[in-house]
Each structure stands twice: as structure tokens, then as C-alpha cells.
């Protein structure tokens, strides 16, 4: 304390009244602005408490920092926070005060003879941080790969070192040259750490194993496990009713982990909670309302016996929520994660995309997801159809099946949502004029419908048809055709790229992670939602 050093030159008394304004300072931090913080969500006097600092002789950032420390972890007060202040503190002053502290720099100091001396003292600094954390992390049987990668993020500096190292060479701590030195070591080691952190550090590795959950491999009988991403309460209806669809019964029941959504801005730390029925209201209100929760709880409450939900929240940067969304499928043993399309569509048919970043989550989520993943493209088909669940009216599924591992993983799908009281089922294969197919390929399908056209024997509800076309032009003949027929179109999201079932689709995509023909349906005119499955990412 600045002050404090001074006053003592001449008595010993007078710094009491200074500490007692700078432990007074503090305390107004924690004991008043704290509770006001929390109770007005973030419209506090920030800026007044760095003059509050300077006056009581603390540095106006260390009273901002602590002001920050005395905030509550709470992602609504943060991202307010960040929302109001990020563009004029993160994106202008920070940038204007990283350039200041780099004019501060003196290179012709470096010329000087101790510049060797002290260099090798700043890196013998480096050097210790580098063996102090990579061998502990040996010794106690980290994998070498994230041994190095945590050594190498310590071993990185950003602008809470900078201001500390100007600090000093304000206060003549250190000179010119040793700062300059500080500086340059900066930036050279934290850009090169920066480089191989991003080419080492996979967080997929820990959720892409070689054993992948599906539906096709999973035991029906012992049930259906899957894990249901919300972004909005639009979201509940449509999922609801897809659950419903997938026929749960007290044999075979469907244990649901509802994961709802919410993003935080720039480079904060992701956090992922479980709520409970008593859950507190302190976690349901983090940023979303508990409607959400209180919907799929009263679903399984209709559905008791049949439906198992636990509700969970992600709260996590765009960038890396899939990773979020993958950890808890692998902890939770899912076979499929169902996500929302990135477009929703008004009463008049116009598509607008509500929420640009689920598109972002999607497209990681279909590359690197543990088990299967399916997108609904809902147009009002499921979300607004209640005749699922009140049985008004025979709710018409049909399932495109032109081959391969995704349309059998949609066929098994269409298949338990068959079983369903209330569900017709239409499965339309589509055959190419004269083009061979995969052998090994081939095969799998033909024994899969064959095991479909054994099981609709005395069934009125399951129908088979097939459909030979000769280029993309007629697969989407076929599909307008039948357009008026059904409320929900199943379709896997791989397929041959020389198939001439989708040749002259691709020329037209506006969601190519949708596969060919499920952005043809995704982005075409058609009333009927859709859902695409992808049984596991292609490596």
C-alpha cells in the first residue's frame, strides 16, 4: 500500500486512518455492493470504484479486480456484465492498453551487455515452470499428451502479467531492459504454447472411444436411452411429441437426459448441473426459466412407469458445448442425441434462424458426437400436432431409404416408432436404374428389410414400397408426390456421393451438414417436418 509506505517516514500514527479506509474500501466491496450486485443484476457503479480506489490510495485496477473477485459466480450476473461492457472494455480499452505498454518497450536497451544475463535468468524462470508441472504430472500417471498440454498453458502469460510487469517498471522495480526483456519472453512463449496447445489438446478424445452407442446395437427390450438438447421453450412441444413417438412402454421404457442449453459469450469456463425435482432455485434460474424442466417433468409424470428424465444444463461457450453435450452422452450411456434444427418456420412458412449458434453445436456435434445423433427440422407437423398424444387422429411417418449405415440406423428408429398405437409407417426404398452398389453394403440393407417385410406380415400399420428412379430430378418427383401424405419424413443423412438416386441434388445445398437429400428436404417448400439421422461421425 502506496500510502501507507510513505506515512511511516514520519509517524507511526498517521497510516491508521489510511488503513482504516482502505479495510473500510474493501469491506463496502464485499458486505454492500456485493448484495446490491446480486439483487439489481449488474446495474452497479463500477467505474466509481476505481476513483473510491484511487482516493483511499489503491490502484484504480487492483479495486476493479477485487470488485470482481467480490461478484458472485453466477453466469446471468456475467454475461450482463459482459454484454454491456464487452465491446468498450474487451475489444477497444484492452486492445489500446496492450499497444501503450508495447511502446513502453525499449529495444536498443537489449544492445547492452547484461541483456545475455538477464535473459537467462527470465528463462531459467520458464524452464522451472515447465519441469515443476510436467513432472508431477508424469509421476502421477497423466497421459503425456495432456501433461504437456497443461505445462504448456502454465507456462502462457496474458494481461494480468503485463500490467504487474509495468507496475514494477513504474514503481523502478525493474529497468527499462529488464521489462523490454519480460515483454518480448512474453509474447514469444505464450505464441508458440498457444500453437501447440491447439494442435495437442483434443477434448473429443475423451468421449470418441472406439465403442460407439446406437440404436441398431442397443438392446430394445432394456429400453431406449436418449439425450434431448432444448435452446428455448419453442423447443419442448416439438421434442415432447418426438418422445412420444418413439413408443415408450413400462417393457420397453425410454430414459430421456434433457439437456438445456444456454451460451456465454468470449472464453469463460463451461458448467454443466443436474436439477432434481427440490432442485434450488438459485441453479433453475441461472438463465433460463424452470418451465422448461417443469414440462418434461410433468411428461414423465403422465408417462409414469414408461419415461425416465433427468434434467440437466449446460451453461458454456459456443465453441465447446459440444464437447458438453458428448460428455454427458458417454456418462449417460446414450444411443441417440436429438437436436433442434438451427431454422424455425412462422405460421406463413417463412424460415428464420432464431438461434445462429445451434447451427455451430450441430455441425461439431455431427462430427465428433459419441453415439448417434438425429436433427428435427419441425414445422409445425410435431410441435403443433398434438394427435400424438391424444390419439385424435393416425400421426403418418414415412422413412426414405436409399442405403448404408445411416438409413439403417433411421429404418431401426422408424421401426420401434411403428410400434406406436397411433403411428402408420411408410418405408419407400429407392433403387437406381442400373447402378451397382457396395456388396458388403448391399447386403446389410437386404438383410435388414427383409427383416422389415417379415415383421409387417398381418400388420395394417407398416407399408413397404419401392421406387426405381434414374437421377436426383426423379427422387424428388417421387417426393413431391407423396408430400401431401405424411406429417414426419425419417431419412439418414449419408449416402453414396455417385449414387444416382441424389445426382443434381448437391447443387443446390444450404445445409450440407444435413446430408444431400436431408437439406433437400430441410430447405425446400415441403409442410412435412423431417428428421435426419447420422449413426455415428465418419472419421
Not at 490502484?59 to 453466469?75: C, K, Y
Not at 529497468?175 to 498457444?194: C, H, K, V
Not at 470418441?208 to 440404436?215: N, S, V
Not at 433437400?520 to 449413426?535: D, P
Request: hydrophobic share 40%; glycine share 6%.
Amino acid at each position: 500500500m502506496r500510502n501507507v509506505d510513505t506515512e511511516l517516514k514520519y509517524s507511526p500514527n498517521k497510516p491508521l486512518p489510511t488503513l482504516v479506509l482502505v479495510l473500510g474500501y474493501y469491506c463496502i466491496l464485499f458486505f454492500l455492493l456485493r448484495p446490491l450486485v446480486i439483487w439489481i443484476s449488474c446495474s452497479t457503479p463500477l467505474w466509481g470504484m476505481d476513483f473510491l480506489a484511487e482516493y483511499v490510495g489503491e490502484h484504480a485496477w487492483l479495486g476493479a479486480f477485487v470488485l470482481g473477485l467480490s461478484l458472485p459466480n453466477r453466469p446471468t450476473l456475467g454475461a450482463s456484465l459482459i454484454k454491456k461492457l464487452d465491446i468498450l472494455c474487451t475489444e477497444s480499452l484492452l486492445q489500446l492498453y496492450c499497444t501503450a505498454k508495447g511502446f513502453s518497450t525499449l529495444f536498443s536497451s537489449m544492445a547492452k551487455m547484461s541483456t545475455a544475463k538477464m535473459e537467462i535468468v527470465i528463462f531459467a524462470g520458464y524452464i522451472g515452470k515447465f519441469t515443476g508441472t510436467i513432472l508431477p504430472s508424469i509421476y502421477y500417471k497423466m497421459p503425456f499428451r495432456e501433461s504437456l498440454t497443461l505445462t504448456l498453458i502454465m507456462c502462457c502469460k496474458g494481461v494480468l502479467e503485463l500490467t504487474i510487469y509495468s507496475t514494477w517498471e513504474t514503481s523502478q522495480i525493474i529497468t527499462r531492459q529488464t521489462y523490454t526483456l519480460l515483454i518480448i519472453n512474453m509474447i514469444i512463449i505464450t505464441g508458440l504454447a498457444s500453437i501447440f496447445i491447439r494442435h495437442l489438446y483434443d477434448t473429443s478424445a475423451t468421449y470418441m472411444g472406439d465403442t460407439r452407442r446406437t440404436i441398431s446395437d442397443s438392446d430394445q427390450s432394456f429400453g431406449l436411452r436418449t439425450l434431448v438438447c432444448i435452446h428455448s421453450e419453442e423447443n419442448v412441444s416439438s421434442l415432447t411429441n418426438l418422445l412420444e413417438l418413439s413408443n415408450p412402454t413400462k417393457e420397453s421404457p425410454i430414459f430421456v437426459s434433457v439437456l438445456q442449453l444456454v451460451e456465454i459469450t468470449r472464453k469463460a469456463a463451461s458448467i454443466l448441473v443436474k436439477h432434481g425435482r427440490q432442485h434450488n432455485s438459485l441453479v433453475s434460474n441461472l438463465y433460463c426459466s424452470g418451465h422448461i424442466g417443469n414440462a418434461f417433468d410433468h411428461y414423465e409424470s403422465y408417462n409414469e412407469g414408461s419415461v425416465m428424465i433427468q434434467n440437466f444444463k449446460a451453461i458454456a461457450p459456443c465453441a465447446s458445448m459440444h464437447d458438453d453435450i458428448c460428455t454427458l452422452a458417454v456418462d449417460q450411456k446414450t444411443s441417440i442425441i436429438i437436436v433442434p434444427y438451427h431454422k424455425t418456420w412462422t405460421i406463413d412458412g417463412t424460415a428464420k434462424a432464431n438461434t445462429p449458434f445451434i447451427r455451430t453445436i450441430n455441425k461439431n456435434l455431427l462430427k465428433k458426437a459419441p453415439c448417434s445423433i438425429g436433427v428435427l427440422v419441425d414445422r409445425g407437423q410435431i410441435g403443433g400436432n398434438p394427435s400424438v398424444l391424444n390419439g385424435n387422429s393416425p400421426y403418418r411417418i414415412v422413412m426414405l431409404f436409399l442405403g448404408g449405415a445411416d438409413d439403417r440406423e433411421a429404418l431401426v428408429y422408424s421401426i420401434r416408432m411403428a410400434r406406436h398405437p397411433n403411428v402408420s409407417l411408410s418405408v419407400v426404398q429407392f433403387i437406381a436404374w442400373g447402378y451397382k452398389t457396395n456388396s458388403y453394403q448391399e447386403n446389410l440393407d437386404k438383410k435388414l428389410l427383409n427383416e422389415l417385410r417379415a415383421s409387417i406380415v398381418g400388420k395394417r400399420r407398416i407399408y413397404y414400397k419401392k421406387e426405381t428412379v434414374r437421377h436426383g430430378l426423379d427422387t424428388r418427383h417421387v417426393i413431391h408426390k407423396m408430400a401431401d401424405n405424411f406429417d414426419l419424413v425419417i431419412v439418414g443423412k449419408y449416402h453414396e456421393p455417385d449414387s444416382p438416386v441424389t445426382l443434381g441434388l448437391r447443387e443446390w445445398s444450404e445445409s450440407p451438414e444435413l446430408g444431400v437429400l436431408g437439406d433437400m428436404l430441410a430447405s425446400s417448400v415441403f409442410q412435412f417436418s423431417v428428421l435426419v439421422v447420422q449413426k455415428q461421425p465418419r472419421r
